[in-house]
């Protein structure tokens, strides 16, 4: 394979890769902080999406900026609603019963949006700026997926300076670390999970938001993103977000190996990525191991 | 997921059984029918389909179809005198929940009859439980060649063209009308198609048959993405990076329009020509992004003015859904012209009799004479291939193709024997 196809291929995976970093950022978050594996996360990418096109729709291509903000910030009170009235009554429980409480929200925000929506699948055209490639040697590779990849760092930037410099950063990798120590502290726990899943929900509506030009939007895409994203915040380790990062690079480039070597088996090779990583560091790249008390 | 949220009446007959049960305490005698239809005035047919997900609209939209075909049966009087209702669930294109749901339609709301499935893996698991019941099963969007060969019982019939049918007429078309323009020299083709039976059904015989066209070509790349993926980026550059001049897609529905839309920022349409299952949806939904002089093909075009029934047909559902029908809207409102041929012909619900009335036999249908072959069950019925515009034309209001042909199914078909030899070896 040419060395500019090679590079078509590298800047590919990396599409792949910041797509599922922004939504794994925030599924890890919540995984590492609070202990539960949300899978309404789904859902919340699926609501960016539909929100976006909804926007788009009424008010025109123009609305397509304000639409990458609104539809995230929408989708945030939908994550604050949920933890308010559903997870707080759950947090005292086991983990199996968390785990339905979150697919029981997922079962109902499917249909709610099959209902809202419609089972019509939707389109959404970019804004013309960000249309059209760009030629990277004598090949074309799409502007838009080169903006996806703007925004996911630009998200890992915010991420990386959130946890490193604010009070609200330090209490969440408090969180992921040593959760007892930080109730010991003082520190209004309550509060910290729900600020950490409305940040979840809102990552979730970013991720879907920022896709939404690239998809046929319609109700499979809730189901479609989970099964990657834990795969992704799996191997980088709950509660890492450096870690969401890594994995993210990891299942894009894993999955362009495949596709180019054995393209009948390119699907299972995220899994054999995450089977691989397990082995080596059973807690994920960055994870934390559970120290029993 | 959603596939465990059933749809539609439950237990319409439960409820009338009931009545019946008051009506009888009280003395008075009703008449019910040997097979298992519900309280005297009404019978059921029931469907299990893909409602959810990326081909959600694909079931949705042929339910629309169906509902509309049992309308115009009731208004006229019925069925042999009753009423009939439809019962429908969502299986998410999950196997299981397909079986799962046409046997509680047959043993709990007493369907005599049942509609076929979305998807072909589904509709192999709804043929076999159909089978087991003895109900007569017809298939108007699945086309796995399974149903009419290895997967074959007496209650099966499928209306659309098959798996090999599919294909093979893409490929007469490819071999007669788009090859001879360049001149003997090696066509490049590439394929890229969902990682289950239709997909790779499809492109294997599409190859296959290419090559006893003594078509000159090559293939380039294969992809396999799986069915309902969201991300096509990836295998478009491996595509693009083995610069074919044709990508043959079998992606369709939802999936088709995502892979569309992530194709074009490659500059895809500049550098091949693809060949798509390109229909109503898509033409729909991408309008002009679409890839203008694309290859499609299609089961139903609702743009190919057809028998005056046909064209009647295609007015009344546009003013009723605002929309023009999809293949699958089409062939499900076949579906039931077809079952209630065969039941007025058998004179019964029996199932037996109304699949003995239908083996062999040509019924007139909005979709012209359709022969359903006695071997093999399967109708004799063209598949369309053409080139896609993305011009909206002014009497659809959406693009539609710029050129349709019809090929028929005598060019197409496995013969009787190569069905009879399918069909005993059980896969």
Known sequence: ?293 | MTSLMRRGLLSACSSLGLGAAVAVSLGVSLLVAATGACAADTVTIGISTTLSGSIAELGRSSLQGIQMAIDRLNANGGLLGKKVVLVSADDGAFPANGANNVRHMILVDKAVALLGPATSAVGTAVETVAGQYRRPVFFHMANDIQITTSNLNPYAFELVPNTVMEPRAIAYYFAERVAPKWNGKKIRLATITPNYSYGRDTVDTFIKTLHELKVNFEVVSQQYPQLGATDYTTYISALLASHPDYVFAAIFGGDLITFTKQAQGFNFEKQVRLIGFYGRLAMKTLGTALPDGAIAWNRAPFWVDGNAEFNEFRRAYHEKFNDWPSAWAITGYSAIQIWAYGVKKAGTFDPDKVAQALAGATVPTIRGNITLRACDHQAEVPEYVGVVSNQIDPRYGQPIWAETVAIPASKTMLTCEEARKLQSSHR
């Open chain 1, 1 to 293: 394979m040419s060395l500019n196809s090679a590079l078509i291929e590298l800047l590919s995976a990396m599409t792949t890769a910041g797509g599922l970093f922004i939504i794994a950022a925030g599924l890890t978050l919540v995984f590492g902080a609070m202990r539960i594996a949300n899978i309404a996360h789904g859902s919340f990418y699926m609501y960016g999406a539909f929100l976006v096109s909804t926007l788009v729709s009424t008010f025109g291509s123009t609305a397509f900026w304000v639409s990458l903000v609104a539809a995230p910030l929408a989708v945030a009170a939908l994550g604050f609603a949920m933890e308010v009235l559903v997870l707080r009554r759950v947090y005292d429980k086991d983990h199996l019963t968390q785990l339905l409480a979150t697919y029981a929200m997922f079962l109902i925000f499917a249909d709610l949006a099959l209902r809202f929506w419609g089972a019509q699948s939707r389109a959404v055209a970019a804004p013309a700026i960000l249309s059209g490639s760009i030629q990277v040697g004598g090949a074309s590779f799409p502007v838009y997926n080169l903006f996806v990849v703007v925004v996911a760092a630009l998200v890992g930037l915010g991420l990386w300076a959130l946890l490193r410099f604010t009070l609200l950063g330090w209490r969440i990798v408090a969180a992921v670390e040593d959760p007892e120590m930080l109730a010991a502290k003082g520190t209004n726990v309550r509060m910290l999970y729900t600020v950490v899943f409305t940040l979840g929900a809102f990552l979730a509506g970013l991720g879907g938001a920022v896709i939404a030009p690239l998809q046929s939007i319609d109700t499979g895409l809730d189901a479609s993103i989970i099964v990657a994203a834990f795969i992704v915040v799996v191997i980088g380790g709950l509660g890492s977000v450096a870690g969401a990062a890594l994995g993210a690079l990891i299942v894009g480039l894993f999955e362009a190996l495949g596709i180019l070597w054995t393209p009948a088996w390119a699907p299972a090779f995220i899994y054999l990525a995450m089977i691989v990583v397990l082995q080596v560091r059973p807690s994920g790249i960055f994870g934390v191991a559970e120290t029993p008390w």
